[in-house]
């Protein structure tokens, strides 16, 4: 039997106070996810009118695909969502 107060990542939530850092985490996940749908959705509208936006976007995507998506996002992915976001209010 594992005690309540040794969690791994194949553990079920067994604490109440791990249960709500979980979700605090996914929600700043489902944040950071949804900032970057807005980003796909700029660059749906606008077409490749320069490459810099889509690059920068594309390093996004990639970075999140190797992120660990039951934690908060690590200050890469951030950077360059900024960075991205910063690229989409530029070309607009």
Sequence with gaps: MVPATSLT???SY???QTRV???TMND????FKARLRRLDE???ARGLTGLEFPQAL???H???RRGDRSREPSEEPRVL???AEALARRSA
């Excluded at 700043?28 to 944040?31: L, M």
């Design 9 to 11: 990542s194949r553990d």
């Design 14 to 16: 067994t604490l109440g």
């Design 21 to 23: 850092a979980e979700e």
């Design 28 to 31: 700043v996940y489902r944040e």
């Design 42 to 44: 700029i660059l749906a």
């Design 58 to 60: 594309s390093l996004v």
């Design 62 to 64: 990639r970075a999140e």
């Design 81 to 83: 969502l900024e960075r």
